[in-house]
């Protein structure tokens, strides 16, 4: 299959055939695994497809790196240790002392640290502004100065939906680049590049590994010179995954589609029951028409997703306790795995913003929906809450 023929292909083939050609010498159908640091020179400088040293290039993560940027249509992936390792990269690469950045008001937690306990004291500044609220995203900005409007859409663990087009917009129109963690909705249901934005970052630790095996981060740049940043950022901080969990990874990618649809399935399945049941308060899923950002999800999202946020009528000890109740539903942090998790962010993923603008509901729950038999998450959940 020519790489042509492959960008013009269809979602599940870019996600399964990008990226890589059968290794010529043996025909295999995946990509080896790499296990080497450095490479053997044909004499000084005579390198072998341009791979001299694992931290600059490896050709199993460069494998991962081919699709990653295919399937978010975008101009060049970049695979790393951790989705923190990927935001640190992009944000050291975008931004010097006296920038200033726009991130969620509710960011995931090691977002905001990483922005405020890291990127602060190096002299970044930021504002948090609701994302699904455009015009206070672009009061936040400080003309001349805000470098990135950085949004999650939809954010966690509120699910906020903001629409990438018209914050595209703002962020351009006032000299900035639009930043958006797609990590929630995988590249499978939302492909920002195409709306308008100029960087994606990925937790490949969650749906785009999918089955909760693998630690990873990526960036996907819309530009060429972007691209060229981040390019020499990552060598030159080395926060680079390893072939093996480069490989891992790659291997989640190639079912991201099939199993998108079956978390999705579930969560309309779990959304349905979550909303009859009189112990719970809110549920939060951008899918339901009462949801403020479902207009906008519709238009921008294939589907609404497999994460279900919701409140407990009877408040914090309630939710807790429906969160240790809970048994096909694993208590832990984390998402986008095969298996169906429950946790509490105000004391779990978001204990870091306790205190700060950023702080969750203490009633709040939510749950990663997997792909089980959805007839036993129901029961798991009607057993938990009763
Ligand atoms: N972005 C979002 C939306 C996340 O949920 C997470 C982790 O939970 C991250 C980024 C950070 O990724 P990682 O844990 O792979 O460093």
């Known amino acids: ?13 870019r996600a399964i055939h990008a990226g890589y050609e059968p290794d010529p010498s043996t ?30 290039g490896n050709p199993t993560r460069a494998a991962l790196e081919g699709a990653l940027a295919a399937v978010e249509e975008g101009e060049r992936g970049f695979a790393f240790a951790s989705g923190l390792a990927a935001e640190d990269t992009l944000i050291r690469a975008l931004t010097r002392p006296g920038d200033h950045l726009v991130i969620p008001d509710d960011a995931y937690g090691g977002t905001f ?60 129109d006032a000299g900035a680049l639009l930043v958006v963690d797609n990590t929630f909705a995988s590249p499978y249901l ?32 819309r530009d060429l010179e972007v691209a060229e940043k981040i390019a020499f950022h990552q060598n030159s901080m080395g926060a680079v995954p390893g072939p093996f969990d480069a490989f891992l990874t790659h291997r989640g990618l190639k079912t991201l589609a099939v199993r998108m649809e079956r978390h999705c399935d579930n969560a309309e399945r779990v959304v349905d029951f979550l909303t009859s049941h009189p112990a719970v308060g809110d549920v939060i899923y951008p899918g339901l028409e009462t949801h403020p950002g479902h207009e906008v999800a519709q238009r921008q999202m294939r589907r609404f997703g497999g994460m279900v946020s919701f409140r407990v009528r009877a408040g914090e000890t309630k939710a807790l306790d429906v969160c ?12 986008g795995g095969v298996e169906s998790l429950i946790e509490h962010p105000g004391r779990m993923t978001h204990a870091s913003v306790a205190g700060t603008d950023l702080e969750v509901p203490a009633d709040l729950i939510r749950l990663s929906i997997g792909i089980e038999t959805a007839e036993d998450l129901i029961a798991d959940l009607e057993r938990a809450l009763d």
Do not use: C
């Not at 934005?197 to 785009?208: C, G, N, P, Q």
């Open 1 to 13: 299959m020519t790489q042509e023929h492959r960008l013009k292909s269809g979602f599940e083939t």
């Open 190 to 221: 939302q492909q920002p590049l195409t709306l308008g934005a100029d960087l994606v970052v990925h937790s490949t630790t969650k749906y785009v590994g999918g089955h909760s095996d693998v630690v990873g981060g990526a960036l996907v740049a």
């Open 324 to 335: 240790s109740r809970a048994e096909v539903f694993t208590l832990g942090e984390s998402l």
């Open 113 to 172: 640290r990483l922005v405020d306990k890291v990127a602060g004291p190096w002299g970044v500044e930021h504002s948090a502004a609701p994302v699904s609220d455009p015009a206070r995203v672009a009061a936040a900005i400080r003309p001349g100065r805000t470098r990135l409007v950085w949004v999650e859409t939809p954010t966690n663990p509120l699910l906020n939906i903001g629409d990438i087009a018209a914050l595209a917009a703002i962020a351009h």
């Open 27 to 56: 025909g295999a159908v995946n990509p080896p695994i790499y296990a080497t640091s450095t490479y053997k020179q044909d004499g000084v400088g005579g390198l072998r497809g341009g791979y001299e040293y694992s931290r600059s």
